[in-house]
């Protein structure tokens, strides 16, 4: 069964680091472009960064020069690296698969949570 986990999340105080953790089990990821969304409570979800199968990283604005999305092909597993947190960083964060030509999976992962305190 194809599958994401993620792990990583916390609580830490602003400007702490993460690094989250999604590894896929079940299929081999490194076809797919590979995402990190994030959903804070009473809010919508918004995609937070991806990266494509030949290392091709993204960001949104609000996380750029903070978070850094990277892949292991060799552990299936992609990782989101974030510095300098923000209280306003706080929320379940989310790994998906990005359907295309060679990536067949439309997958999400049950989501990890990270709490940035002031």
């Known amino acids: 069964q194809a599958q994401l986990v993620e792990s990583g999340g916390g609580s830490v105080q602003a400007g702490g680091s993460l690094r989250l953790s999604c590894t896929a089990s079940?299929?081999?990821?490194?076809?797919?472009?590979m995402a990190w969304h994030r959903q804070p409570v009473g809010a919508q979800r918004e995609w937070v960064a991806s990266?494509?199968?030949?290392?091709?990283?993204n960001h949104r604005d609000s996380v750029k020069g903070r978070f850094t999305i990277s892949r292991d092909k060799d552990s299936n597993t992609v990782y989101l690296q974030m510095n300098n947190l923000k209280p306003e960083d706080t929320a379940m964060y989310s790994c998906?698969?990005?359907?295309?030509?060679?990536?067949?999976?439309?997958?999400w992962g049950q989501g990890t949570q990270v709490t940035v305190s002031s």
């Open positions: 998906k698969t990005v359907p295309g030509f060679r990536c067949p999976h439309d997958i």
């Open positions: 079940g299929f081999t990821s490194e076809t797919c472009t």
């Open positions: 990266i494509s199968p030949s290392d091709f990283a």
